[in-house]
């Protein structure tokens, strides 16, 4: 099974949770030599009946995707390219700015991005890795961990019906409200309280706004579905130009903020065009985010990735691609384990690159995020205006262009194969003895 011919030790992995985390997880770890087992509690089905779903695959995710074999046709085939965004005043849904993906910004963004259902990157993953040996265990709803205490103890991974599985090291891809993330947060001082020292532009908008823009909301919808709604017809009339999905996003403030009120009532979501898209049962998931001083566990056997370490902003267009590059990160590492002697150290580079990583993001999200959902005032007056300013591409001022552009710019240029790298020909010498 080993395809790395370089690794000495070979481990056992228990990966909770096959949503995009965890297959992108099983897959590097697995192409780096080790044993991978993957624990769902769904069913397979569920996972290829998805409907309603476009995974948003920023320019970096379209990068790193194109290191896992057959990605790059199944983007091209099946994705939508995206074409960039365009903002509607949520009232009258009149169109306030667009912001496109010119030749100029595309090569500023270093790749194309692109929308693709759910179920389609799913599937492939889920075919790479059982070609790759990866085990599957379906309808396994992991409820505890029993990490060992040493270094070569063995750690359990307990089911709701008592299964047991028995491994080296679990990474626990259990998404947004992750039961795996309690372990670590149990542990004596983890939450972090600091702010690590990280440069963003512009960053007046913090964490400590956050609970006022705890609502928002995205659907991809078939064009032709939105044709039977007035409201979402008139969007397709401004701008569409893609071909199978049309991604919404809706913000709105929570109801508890009245000032906040942009008039939006959260409960027309479900009179958006189609029955269907009421009856789709979606998990509840809370904006609360945490920052975890540690990403592994203190016996460093249990590792968090994706949506279960991030506690990332729900509908957030990064998401997916932490999720494959925290995948990634952990896999070139993995793939570079000569004794178990080593393991901390490597979860240790495993924390310093996806940490910062992890903080750069979420800043950014919170910054648009503020931005899109401000109230009625002179505040919004100022950004409809800058908005404004992309609706006429011949005269647009570069200026504004640019800082409208930035931050997207700044994320979407994240190379996580150069970070890791990076890390390693810094790290790597002193890790290897
Ligand atoms: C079915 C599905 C459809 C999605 N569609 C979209 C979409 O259209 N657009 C979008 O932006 N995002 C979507 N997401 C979310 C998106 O996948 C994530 O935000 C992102 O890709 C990070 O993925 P993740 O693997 O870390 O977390 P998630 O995708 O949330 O996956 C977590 C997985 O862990 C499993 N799990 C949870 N607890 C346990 C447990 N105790 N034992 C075993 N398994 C457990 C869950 O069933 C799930 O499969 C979807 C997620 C799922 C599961």
Same mark, same amino acid.
């Given at each position: 099974m080993a395809e790395n011919e370089n690794l000495n030790c070979t481990l056992t992995f228990a990966i909770v949770g096959g949503s995009i985390g965890g297959l992108s997880t099983a897959y590097f770890l697995a192409q780096a030599g080790h044993k991978t087992i993957v624990l769902e509690k769904q069913n397979k089905q569920y996972f290829l009946t998805q409907k309603f779903t476009g995974l948003r695959i920023p320019p970096n995710l379209t990068l790193l995707l194109?290191?896992?074999?057959?990605m790059a046709d199944l983007l091209t085939g099946r994705g939508t390219p995206s074409t960039g965004f365009t903002l509607h005043q949520g009232?009258?849904?009149?169109?306030?700015g667009q912001l496109i993906y010119s030749e100029k910004i595309i090569s500023d963004l270093g790749n194309v991005g692109y929308r693709i259902p759910y179920t389609d990157i799913w599937r492939h993953l889920y075919d790479l890795c059982t070609s790759h040996s990866v085990e599957f265990l379906f309808d396994f709803e992991v409820n505890a961990v029993v990490c060992g205490k040493t270094l070569t103890d063995q750690t359990k991974v307990l089911s709701s019906l008592k299964q047991e599985v028995v491994c080296d090291m679990v990474v626990a891809a259990?998404?947004?409200?992750?039961? %795996?993330r309690e372990i670590i947060m149990n542990?004596?001082?983890?939450?972090?309280?600091e702010r690590d020292e990280i440069d963003i532009e512009?960053?007046?908008?913090?964490?400590?706004?956050?609970?006022?823009?705890?609502s928002w909301d995205r659907l991809s919808i078939a064009p032709q579905l939105m044709q039977e709604d007035p409201a979402l017809s008139s969007l397709l009339e401004s701008s569409w130009e893609g071909t199978d999905q049309y991604g919404l996003n809706i913000y709105y403030s929570d109801k508890n903020h009245i000032s906040y009120d942009?008039?939006?009532?959260?409960?027309?979501l479900d009179s958006i065009s189609v029955k269907e898209i009421s009856s789709i049962e979606r998990e509840p998931r809370s904006q609360n985010p945490v920052n975890l001083?540690?990403?592994?566990?203190v016996t460093n056997h249990l590792v968090l990735i994706g949506d279960a370490v991030? %506690? %990332?902003?729900?509908?957030?267009?990064?998401n997916t691609a932490l999720a494959v590059e925290d995948a990634f990160v952990l896999g070139f590492l993995f793939?570079?384990?000569?004794?178990? %002697?080593q393991i901390p150290n490597l979860l240790t580079g495993y924390n310093d690159i996806r940490k910062a990583r992890t903080r750069m993001i979420r800043e950014v999200q919170l910054g648009i995020f503020h931005t899109l959902s401000l109230p009625p005032g002179p505040q919004q007056d100022a950004r409809n205006q800058a908005f404004g300013q992309?609706?006429?591409?011949?005269?647009?001022n570069d200026e504004i262009l640019a800082q409208l552009w930035n931050h997207h710019i700044s994320t979407c240029s994240y190379n996580a194969k150069d970070a890791v790298e990076e890390w390693w020909h810094n790290w790597g010498t002193f890790y290897r003895e």
């Amino acid at each position: 099974m080993a395809e790395n011919e370089n690794l000495n030790c070979t481990l056992t992995f228990a990966i909770v949770g096959g949503s995009i985390g965890g297959l992108s997880t099983a897959y590097f770890l697995a192409q780096a030599g080790h044993k991978t087992i993957v624990l769902e509690k769904q069913n397979k089905q569920y996972f290829l009946t998805q409907k309603f779903t476009g995974l948003r695959i920023p320019p970096n995710l379209t990068l790193l995707l194109h290191e896992i074999p057959g990605m790059a046709d199944l983007l091209t085939g099946r994705g939508t390219p995206s074409t960039g965004f365009t903002l509607h005043q949520g009232e009258t849904f009149e169109l306030i700015g667009q912001l496109i993906y010119s030749e100029k910004i595309i090569s500023d963004l270093g790749n194309v991005g692109y929308r693709i259902p759910y179920t389609d990157i799913w599937r492939h993953l889920y075919d790479l890795c059982t070609s790759h040996s990866v085990e599957f265990l379906f309808d396994f709803e992991v409820n505890a961990v029993v990490c060992g205490k040493t270094l070569t103890d063995q750690t359990k991974v307990l089911s709701s019906l008592k299964q047991e599985v028995v491994c080296d090291m679990v990474v626990a891809a259990d998404g947004h409200n992750s039961f %795996a993330r309690e372990i670590i947060m149990n542990q004596p001082n983890d939450i972090d309280t600091e702010r690590d020292e990280i440069d963003i532009e512009n960053d007046n908008i913090g964490s400590s706004q956050f609970s006022e823009l705890d609502s928002w909301d995205r659907l991809s919808i078939a064009p032709q579905l939105m044709q039977e709604d007035p409201a979402l017809s008139s969007l397709l009339e401004s701008s569409w130009e893609g071909t199978d999905q049309y991604g919404l996003n809706i913000y709105y403030s929570d109801k508890n903020h009245i000032s906040y009120d942009a008039g939006w009532d959260p409960e027309k979501l479900d009179s958006i065009s189609v029955k269907e898209i009421s009856s789709i049962e979606r998990e509840p998931r809370s904006q609360n985010p945490v920052n975890l001083s540690s990403y592994t566990d203190v016996t460093n056997h249990l590792v968090l990735i994706g949506d279960a370490v991030h %506690a %990332a902003l729900v509908n957030g267009l990064y998401n997916t691609a932490l999720a494959v590059e925290d995948a990634f990160v952990l896999g070139f590492l993995f793939s570079k384990l000569k004794s178990v %002697a080593q393991i901390p150290n490597l979860l240790t580079g495993y924390n310093d690159i996806r940490k910062a990583r992890t903080r750069m993001i979420r800043e950014v999200q919170l910054g648009i995020f503020h931005t899109l959902s401000l109230p009625p005032g002179p505040q919004q007056d100022a950004r409809n205006q800058a908005f404004g300013q992309t609706l006429h591409q011949d005269d647009v001022n570069d200026e504004i262009l640019a800082q409208l552009w930035n931050h997207h710019i700044s994320t979407c240029s994240y190379n996580a194969k150069d970070a890791v790298e990076e890390w390693w020909h810094n790290w790597g010498t002193f890790y290897r003895e």
